[in-house]
């Protein structure tokens, strides 16, 4: 059962604490990148009967074909390609609006300053699969690298069993616009990501969830490649006030413990009679779950109550915990969003549940967890682009500031700095 916890608990730092503890996994997973960068393709297929139990030969070709594409689609319900085509429309809709243009400044005379933006030229996206398959990953990556401009989007998943991969996931990267699809799971296809097999290309960043090797293996890769974020287990907190329905706090806050054992679900109220209801609520949906010991363990373990004076002592505990998702379920959540400093994703009001954002409002899934929403940002069409800056100066327009840049090299004692603008003057030493 769900732990209770009083405001005057409050000022315990342990009742903040996520569970992160997990095994020390950085030598197999550099064995793996090691053994993946001598023998690329190779390493990929005896990897892939080795942790995904394909069929021996059943990945003679890495890479999915349009066959296999084409197939994946005639076997998707057309209902549900339909719901893949309007959340991608949803999506993009949003992500647009984060595009941002290169500039030029000509306010100095004889001077020209400016900044382009240019997509990456090749992007790598990582969508797990084993027990679940999640399509929206491949649309919340895919969609925001399409429009920043990304040529090339290479998504790697793990195949099944007979070397086949989910039709679900082959139609959301049909819809999402996915250019290259290979058949590679685990730390092994983030190898392969960075850099490159016989089949797979090298990408310039990696983007897209995974399990521990998949964050472990994105850890040892960066430097050689960008990385999105190294993303710990689903968290969500609900912030509601007395008149909330505790059915719908229950579903809210079970919708992501169902994720993983390690997920953090927490309600902050100002009610204590709402804390006592949600908790028996908890107890009567848990066991209608397809998830149930999943997300029995993730509420006993990790899940928390936390009853607060009021609904501004409620916003600072949120603000201090700084979740993945934030549920704000009040009558008027607009009067409280300015005072949240820390979130992720935030969902306002009592008809807007996270799954919303998961799926279809528009918003990424792609979001800080452990507290990193206190600095990072979710995935958005900026992690696709680079910034390149440029500067242009007339002899007249150095002329004039030239002897400021001088002076300031040789406080840093850097001499030929100072050379490199004196002597276009006359006045270099020697």
Not at 307 to 319: F, Y
Not at 331 to 342: A, T
């Amino acid at each position: 059962m769900i732990k209770i916890y009083d405001r005057k608990d409050v000022e315990d730092s342990s009742i903040f604490s996520r569970s992160t503890a997990a095994a020390d996994l950085s030598a197999p997973v550099a064995e793996i990148i090691a053994e993946v960068r001598a023998n690329g393709d190779a390493a990929l297929r005896a990897y892939g009967e080795r942790f995904d139990h394909v069929e021996a030969g059943a990945l003679s070709g890495l890479q999915v074909s349009e066959a296999e594409i084409t197939k994946a689609l005639s076997s998707v319900e057309p209902e549900f390609v339909g719901v893949l085509r309007e959340a991608a429309a949803n999506i993009e809709a949003y992500h647009k609006k984060q595009l941002r243009d290169s500039f030029i400044m000509t306010e100095r005379e004889g001077v020209v300053l400016g900044q382009r933006v240019l997509p990456l030229a090749r992007v790598g996206i990582y969508v797990p699969g084993g027990t679940a398959a999640y399509p929206s990953t491949v649309l919340m990556n895919a969609v925001p690298a399409r429009i920043a401009g990304v040529p090339e989007i290479v998504m790697t998943t793990p195949p099944a069993r007979d070397g086949s991969v989910n039709p679900y996931i082959l139609a959301a990267a049909s819809v999402a616009g996915v250019t290259k699809i290979f058949k590679a799971g685990g730390a092994q296809a983030i190898a392969a990501l960075a850099y490159g097999t016989e089949s797979v290309p090298q990408v310039d960043k990696i983007v897209g969830p995974g399990n521990a090797f998949v964050a472990e293996a994105k850890k040892q890769v960066f430097g050689q490649v960008n990385i999105d974020m190294i993303a710990g287990p689903s968290e969500i907190l609900v912030l509601a006030d007395g008149k909330s329905d505790p059915a719908f706090v229950a579903a809210d806050l079970l919708s992501q413990a169902e994720h993983d054992k390690m997920a953090s679900a927490v309600l902050v109220t100002d009610s204590m009679e709402l804390a006592e209801k949600v908790q028996a609520e908890l107890e009567r949906q848990l066991p209608l779950l397809s998830r149930e010991e999943i997300a029995r363990t993730s509420i006993e373990t990790n899940g928390k109550i936390i009853v607060a004076k009021d609904l501004r002592e409620g916003i600072a505990i949120a603000n201090r915990i700084a979740p993945e998702h934030l549920e704000i379920c009040v009558d008027n959540p607009f009067d409280y969003l300015s005072e949240i400093e820390n979130a992720g994703s935030v969902f306002l009001g009592r008809y807007n549940p996270e799954p919303m954002g998961d799926y279809f409002a528009g918003p990424n899934h792609t979001l800080p967890t452990l507290g990193t929403a206190r600095f990072y940002s979710p995935l958005s069409v900026d992690d696709f682009v680079k910034k390149m800056q440029f500067s242009y100066y007339t002899k007249e327009a150095l002329e004039k500031d030239y002897r400021k840049v001088s002076l300031f090299a040789k406080k840093e004692g850097l001499t030929a700095h100072a050379r490199a603008v004196d002597i276009r003057f006359g006045e270099a030493e020697g």
